[in-house]
């Protein structure tokens, strides 16, 4: 599967961007949403999967992730930004089916979009 990861841009903390993740074709599967700031680790940001939907620590009741299974996309609703945000922000699947503790982690998904920028300021 190719994943298309898009809507990344400028913004004022406090406001709002929505992400989304264009998948070649569709999946049920696990659809997650990384982050990389520069000089710092990769960090989970959200996934959703037939199970539900999961988010890490530092965007919980900031960030939403839905999925529009007609169109093939995963979308990111970002609110609140904070300039911590700020980061490259990556869509990813894996294989197949994995467990729902593996899904905050990156080595267990196995196709990844390109990347899209984000960046907050004050």
């Known amino acids: 599967v190719q994943l298309q990861a898009s809507g990344g841009g400028w913004v004022q903390a406090g406001g709002s961007l929505r992400l989304s993740c264009a998948a070649s074709?569709?999946?049920?599967?696990?659809t997650g949403w990384f982050r990389q700031a520069p000089g710092k680790d990769r960090e989970f940001v959200a996934a959703?999967?037939?199970?539900?939907?999961v988010y890490g620590d530092s965007v919980k009741g900031r960030f939403a992730i839905s999925r529009d299974n007609a169109k093939n996309v995963v979308y990111l609703q970002m609110n609140s930004l904070k300039i911590e945000d700020t980061a490259v922000y990556y869509c990813a699947e894996p294989r197949g089916v994995i467990a729902w503790g593996l899904i905050p982690k990156g080595g267990a998904y196995d196709f990844w979009g390109q990347g899209t920028q984000v960046t907050v300021s004050s």
């Open positions: 074709r569709l999946t049920l599967s696990t």
């Open positions: 959703i999967s037939r199970s539900g939907k």
